[in-house]
């Protein structure tokens, strides 16, 4: 399984972006996806999972009303639309696939994971 992240940017404070994390290869085993972030100097972080079935979502606090993650079956993608953009968004955004129901909020529960995709937020 291949997952190519894309989407990410150069955006003011309080605005848009649209991550999509295409997912190619074994595509008829379904997998909960979730977006994590990694800032320079910090740890990688859970940010939004969305469960095999595309029913239950989850987010960390920070980007909860901001951040909405979704499902396109059809497509094979996740997306994550960010709105509200702040400085301290910006990061190195991965997606991963887990083995699961539901998404994991710990990456070492993920098998397989993107390449990342830079999103910056200048204030």
């Known amino acids: 399984v291949q997952l190519v992240e894309s989407g990410g940017g150069l955006v003011q404070a309080g605005g848009s972006l649209r991550l999509s994390c295409a997912t190619r290869?074994?595509?008829?085993?379904?997998?909960?996806v979730g977006w994590f972030r990694q800032a320079p100097g910090k740890e990688r972080e859970f940010v939004a999972g969305?469960?095999?079935?595309?029913?239950?979502?989850s987010y960390t606090d920070s980007v909860k009303g901001r951040f909405t993650i979704s499902t396109d079956t059809a497509k094979n993608t996740v997306y994550l639309q960010m709105n509200s953009l702040k400085s301290e968004d910006t990061a190195v955004y991965y997606c991963?696939?887990?083995?699961?129901?539901?998404?994991?909020?710990?990456?070492?529960?993920?098998?397989?994971w993107g390449q990342g995709t830079q999103v910056t937020v200048s204030s």
């Open positions: 969305i469960s095999r079935s595309g029913e239950m979502t």
């Open positions: 991963a696939a887990a083995r699961y129901g539901v998404a994991p909020i710990t990456g070492g529960a993920y098998d397989y």
């Open positions: 290869g074994r595509t008829s085993s379904r997998y909960a």
